[in-house]
T-cell receptor
Framework: KNEVEQSPQNLTAQEGEFITINCSYSVGISALHWLQQHPGGGIVSLFMLSSGKKKHGRLIATINIQEKHSSLHITASHPRDSAVYICAVKGVTDKLIFGTGTRLQVFP | EPEVTQTPSHQVTQMGQEVILRCVPISNHLYFYWYRQILGQKVEFLVSFYNNEISEKSEIFDDQFSVERPDGSNFTLKIRSTKLEDSAMYFC??????????????FGPGTRLTVL
């Protein structure tokens, strides 16, 4: 069983739609990251959070420590949001444990 | 904004050859990492490095792999005798200290290694 599970694996949306990507984890964590990976392969950090909620522009990330669950929301989605979104957790050690990613495609 | 850089962007090598992947972490960062992503799979941790020694390594990081910080700026991953299954994208990451500021890991753009 994967320590970090994401859903859905693939997501297609029309421009303007509200998008939610979910992440569940089975290990104790000190922090959870949401990352974005573009087709060229580069990884960009979007959020790091250990409790509550963070917002940056049209992106919102929430985490529920008791339920071991986090969500990434994109409001007013745009084609340039098309990418793979990855959830990764930091447990008792410093390494990140990655989910398999959610491939998002937003069509005009 | 400061960023992690990696060279080369793409390396093609023959099986059995040695390769060195190079990374320049963000200048005031103290913690360094290598991860890899085999095509179509999730990113996997290889090794973390702090204070000139390995802090943690995964099962993947066997005797064929080594890391080094040869000077104050570079952080390298060496694969001594490459295998076909080493073909992957290799990401370097770095992080500052836990006290103050952003302490998440910042990733480089990756080096795509192709072993023939």
């Amino acid at each position: 069983k994967n320590e970090v599970e994401q859903s859905p694996q693939n997501l297609t949306a029309q421009e303007g739609e509200f998008i939610t990507i979910n992440c569940s984890y089975s290990v104790g964590i000190s922090a959870l990251h949401w990352l974005q990976q573009h087709p060229g392969g580069g990884i960009v950090s979007l959020f790091m959070l250990s409790s509550g909620k963070k917002k940056h522009g049209r992106l919102i990330a929430t985490i529920n420590i008791q339920e071991k669950h986090s969500s990434l929301h994109i409001t007013a989605s745009h084609p340039r949001d098309s990418a793979v979104y990855i959830c990764a957790v930091k447990g008792v050690t410093d390494k990140l444990i990655f989910g398999t990613g959610t491939r998002l495609q937003v069509f005009p | 904004e400061p960023e992690v850089t990696q060279t080369p962007s793409h390396q093609v090598t023959q099986m059995g050859q040695e390769v060195i992947l190079r990374c320049v972490p963000i200048s005031n960062h103290l913690y360094f990492y290598w991860y890899r992503q085999i095509l179509g799979q999730k990113v996997e941790f290889l090794v973390s490095f702090y204070n000139n020694e390995i802090s943690e390594k995964s099962e993947i990081f066997d005797d064929q792999f080594s890391v080094e910080r040869p000077d104050g700026s570079n952080f390298t991953l060496k694969i001594r005798s490459t295998k076909l299954e080493d073909s992957a994208m290799y990401f370097c990451a770095s992080r500052g200290s836990l006290e103050g500021g952003r302490n998440e890991q910042f990733f480089g753009p990756g080096t795509r290694l192709t072993v023939l």
